[in-house]
């Protein structure tokens, strides 16, 4: 023990703790490493704990397995267990969640009782906020992906801002930079590319594969858009089916139209059931 009132009340073996009040309240926990002021200050019997940076798991009591790395992440964990996290304030809310990864500054920063979740980057998963009994499930990988997301569940954001707005949508994949950007509470989208689906916000159902395919998209729902710009325009059009760049580029709010082919129906905007095929 090195530092002021560091392993102060420690009984137990095999605990390393460097730093003014590191492992202070440690009575029979072990296997435990504390670095930093007050990191691990108040574990009691929590065991194989890694805390690096000032008051990284400081509220720790009986959680164990747990590796903080960064000033204050997991500051407020307590019992929770199995938790990585690695960054300043990552998991900085956690109190009793289990089994969750968060890599970046601020990640997961305001999840308590989540469980399952995965965030990597800076503000990934930022206001999600879970009960522990709730489906979890979420990943999100890039810079404020699932930023605002705070009930929703089994989504998966890879990509700078992907899924960013989402609060409560559930189901919902996203791949690729400000893909699903502005997307808030719909379920069952996919957006695949550069800006797919970037608009959507209460639309459910819509599959977007190609940069900025369905890119105007707000609450149309069961579309299905295959191809750079195809279905560009589309805003509240329901049904439609676009296959090949800039396929129905222009429609808006035309419904149950199938275009297939590089350009098709591309200057239909407000028209339904239309079909046509360029070969």
Same mark, same amino acid.
């Given at each position: !023990?090195?530092? *002021?009132? @560091?392993?102060?009340? +420690?009984? @137990?073996? #095999? $605990?390393?703790?460097?730093? $003014? #009040?590191a492992l202070y309240n440690n009575t029979t926990g072990f296997a435990n490493l504390a670095i930093g002021n007050s990191s691990l200050g108040t574990n009691t019997s929590g065991y194989i704990n890694l805390a690096i940076g000032n008051s990284a798991l400081d509220a720790n009591t009986t959680g164990s397995s747990n590796l903080a790395i960064g000033s204050s992440a997991l500051e407020a964990n307590t019992s929770g267990f199995c938790n990585l996290a690695i960054g300043i304030l990552a998991l900085g809310g956690s109190t009793t969640g289990s089994s969750n990864l968060a890599i970046g500054n601020n990640a997961l920063f305001s999840s308590t009782t989540g469980c399952a979740q995965v965030a990597i980057g800076t503000d990934a998963l930022y206001a999600s906020n879970f009960? !522990?009994? +709730? !489906? $979890? !499930?979420n990943v999100a990988v890039g810079y404020r992906a699932l930023r605002a997301n705070t009930t929703g569940s089994s989504n998966t954001a890879i990509g700078t801002r992907a899924l960013s707005a989402n609060t409560t949508g559930v189901n919902n994949t996203a791949l690729g930079a400000n893909a699903l950007l502005l997307h808030t509470s719909g379920s069952n989208n996919t957006g695949i590319g550069q800006a797919a689906l970037r608009n959507t916000s209460t639309g459910t159902s819509n599959t977007a594969v190609g940069m900025q395919a369905l890119y105007a998209n707000t609450s149309g729902a069961g579309n299905s858009a295959l191809g750079i710009n195809s279905l560009l325009c589309n805003t509240t059009g329901c049904c439609n089916t676009a296959l090949g760049i800039n396929a129905l580029y222009c429609n808006t709010t035309g419904s149950f139209n199938v275009a297939v082919g590089r350009n098709a129906l591309r200057? +239909? #905007? *407000?028209g339904s059931t239309s079909t046509t095929a360029n070969v």
């Open positions: !023990a090195i530092g *002021t009132n @560091a392993l102060y009340k +420690s009984n @137990a073996c #095999n $605990n390393l703790a460097i730093g $003014n #009040n009960e !522990a009994t +709730s !489906a $979890n !499930a200057l +239909s #905007n *407000t």
